[in-house]
Nanobody, 121 residues
Framework: QVQVMESGGGLVQAGESLTLSCTAS?????MGWFRQAPGKEREAVSC????????YYTDSVKGRFTVSRNDSKKTLYLRMDSLKPEDTAMYYC?????????????????WGQGTQVIVSL
């Protein structure tokens, strides 16, 4: 069974930066970041293919967030710059069994427990 674990969340002020990390025990799969704010649906934030050649970002984070992975360490990162209060959410890491990205939650088989990000004014 694939194990996924996020870390790096916290409380920051608007305009500051934060980097999330995620370790996953699976191999050869695309990895994604999702987030869920209170009272809202879980949404896809970013994804990176196996090998890191293709990335995806939802429109609201383009130019501010950067996804990367180090497959030798089985670790996924999400660098978040210029954070806004609307970025406040629980952030989840997930891994697919396939190398290509997907924005669909159902495409991911292994999920972490989430790490909280709170952005204050």
């Amino acid at each position: 069974q694939v194990q996924v674990m996020e870390s790096g969340g916290g409380l920051v002020q608007a305009g500051e930066s934060l980097t999330l990390s995620c370790t996953a025990s699976g191999d050869n799969g695309a990895m994604g970041w999702f987030r869920q704010a209170p009272g809202k649906e879980r949404e896809a934030v970013s994804c990176i293919t196996w090998g890191g050649t293709i990335t995806y970002y939802t429109d609201s984070v383009k130019g501010r967030f950067t996804v990367s992975r180090n497959d030798s360490k089985k670790t996924l990162y999400l660098r978040m710059d210029s954070l806004k209060p609307e970025d406040t959410a629980m952030y989840y890491c997930a891994q697919r069994e396939y190398p290509g990205c997907s924005r669909a939650r159902s495409a991911y088989k292994a999920w972490g427990q989430g790490t909280q990000v709170i952005v204050s004014l």
